[in-house]
């Protein structure tokens, strides 16, 4: 079975563009989670999603960043426009809520901007 | 995050030799997730515990949560080169499948 997907898994953008990060999950699973992993802050959870419908952007950094889930096999996370702080690897996930065996992850997106 | 600390943020073992990576939090936890990462990828589920007392294997790697459900630690048995990577903690502390995640270990095996 395929795992969660993530494309495109290297960005190198400049200052000022738009960035778009698409997300895959796994086929069945109801939950989507994108996380942002930097060396200073870790792994922070940005926003997560249960059967489509966001249920916490409370670790959406501002307003530049958005997040939507038309379908249950897809999901994109925006930032418009980016900055350098916004460097980081963006991982995407997903999970079947209400069964314990955890969220998996994606292989991540590795966005530069310059 | 301060309600989650991971320790230690590194180490160095010599094939072989066993390891222990610890995981507290300040609060008592719905569930516990012990995730495996290595450079460039993503990150490799592991383990999940829930119950007080609670212990799970997977081949040379352990994972306990104690009864008050605040700490957890990861164990590692006659170490392998394989087992070299970055371990984190995830802990749900609302019920809600929202992990926040620890700092992480920094594994090195070394011959």
């Known amino acids: 079975d395929a795992g969660v997907i993530q494309s495109p898994r290297h960005e190198v953008t400049e200052m000022g563009q738009e960035v778009t990060l698409r997300c895959k999950p796994i086929?069945?699973?109801?939950?989507l989670f994108w996380y942002r992993q930097t060396m200073m802050r870790g792994l922070e959870l940005l926003i997560y999603?249960?059967?489509?419908?966001?249920?916490?952007d409370s670790g959406m950094p501002e307003d530049r960043f958005s997040a939507k889930m038309p379908n249950a096999s897809f999901s994109t996370l925006k930032i418009q426009p980016s900055e350098p702080r916004d460097s980081a690897v963006y991982f995407c996930?997903?999970?079947?809520?209400?069964?314990?065996?955890?969220?998996?992850f994606g292989p991540g997106t590795r966005l530069t901007v310059l | 995050s301060q309600e989650l600390e991971q320790s230690p943020q590194s180490l160095i073992v010599q094939e072989g030799k066993n390891l222990t990576i610890n995981c507290t939090s300040s609060?008592?936890?719905?569930?516990l997730y012990w995730y495996k990462q290595k450079y460039g990828e993503g990150l490799i589920f592991l383990m999940m515990l829930q119950k007080g007392g609670e212990e799970k294997s997977h081949e040379k790697i352990t994972a306990k949560l104690d009864e008050k459900k605040q700490q957890s630690s990861l164990h590692i048995t006659a170490s392998q080169p394989s087992h070299a990577g970055i371990y984190l903690c995830g802990a749900d502390m609302n019920g809600n499948e929202k992990l926040t995640f620890g700092t992480g270990t920094r594994l090195t095996i070394i011959p």
């Open positions: 996930a997903s999970s079947l809520l209400g069964r314990s065996g955890g969220q998996f």
């Open positions: 609060k008592t936890l719905y569930g």
């Open positions: 086929s069945g699973h109801n939950s």
């Open positions: 999603f249960n059967n489509n419908v966001p249920i916490d």
